[in-house]
């Protein structure tokens, strides 16, 4: 489910799929985004890693136009977010954090709305949203309201909103957080096989692991800012990625004291 690049107006082949440059936000005294400027690479698997309270979800929130920024932007395919979002959103499919759904409908309900909002027609509609929740295992609560949906279910059910466009770009916040091991190996697979046919993935995640398994290209945000990016390799220097990561983040100048009194 790949959108056809040239019913886009988009060049296929020049530029990245996905740019952030000079992206700042502050909330009162708290810098949370300073100057972060990253490039993903059409066809690459990019994962952003960090800390909590990094500005990673800031910072996502602002390029894919959730958060608007005090400076900077974001281009998807070459289209600006902010001058011209009809556009930029057709191409990209969202996972945010925290993804509120309407809890009132159903599986099919939502994926069919959504659907139609997006100006789908009904066929490929029905199609589409058959095909999603076989393959993400919800087929058989598909008439199952989402207020009584696991984390789990949830997190998939917002994985299916953002595939349903079948966009170009992915940016997924902790796609697998909470989900099983079954379903999280055909989501994996199913995010390898859209790389592989073209598209590009952008994966925010603390899960170190994953991120090594998945991404050829990797970012470390730290305090607003980037402290590390471009390929896995050249980012991880020798190093497990876990190893680089608390390299580049840990700054802590004391040695672990307290909770003695554990375990005694």
């Known amino acids: 489910m790949i959108v056809t690049p040239d019913g886009n107006g988009i060049n296929p082949t020049e530029g990245p799929a996905f740019e952030i440059y000079d992206l700042c936000k502050t909330f009162g005294q708290t810098v949370a985004v300073n100057h972060v400027s990253l490039s993903v690479p059409r066809g690459s698997f990019f994962g952003l890693v960090g800390p909590?309270?990094?500005?990673?979800?800031?910072?996502i929130s602002m390029a894919v136009g959730l958060l608007r920024p005090d400076e900077g932007g974001a281009r998807i395919f070459g289209v600006d977010v902010w001058q011209n979002p009809v556009r930029a959103k057709a191409l990209v499919g969202v996972l945010p954090d925290g993804y509120a759904l309407p809890e009132r409908l159903t599986a099919r309900e939502l994926l069919t709305y959504l659907g139609e909002l997006r100006g789908l027609d009904k066929s490929?509609?029905?199609?589409r949203v058959r095909e999603l929740l076989t393959i993400l295992g919800l087929d058989r609560a598909e008439r199952t309201l989402v207020i009584e949906y696991s984390a789990g279910m949830r997190k998939k059910v917002g994985l299916a909103t953002a595939m349903l466009h079948a966009p170009r770009l992915l940016i997924l916040d902790e796609p697998l957080e909470a989900v099983d091991p079954v379903s999280a190996a055909t989501i994996k697979e199913i995010l390898r096989e859209f790389v592989a046919r073209g598209g590009s993935v952008v994966l925010s995640s603390h899960v170190m692991a994953l991120v090594e398994q998945l991404c050829d290209h990797v970012a470390v945000i730290n305090n607003g800012t980037v402290?590390?990016?471009?390929?896995?390799?050249?980012?991880r220097a020798g190093l497990s990625l876990e190893q680089r990561f608390i390299q580049l983040v840990d700054d802590r100048?004391?040695?672990l004291k307290g909770l003695s009194w554990l375990a005694r």
């Open 124 to 127: 490929t509609i029905d199609l």
């Open 253 to 255: 100048t004391t040695e």
């Open 52 to 59: 909590n309270g990094a500005g990673k979800t800031t910072t």
């Open 227 to 235: 402290a590390a990016a471009g390929p896995l390799d050249a980012v």
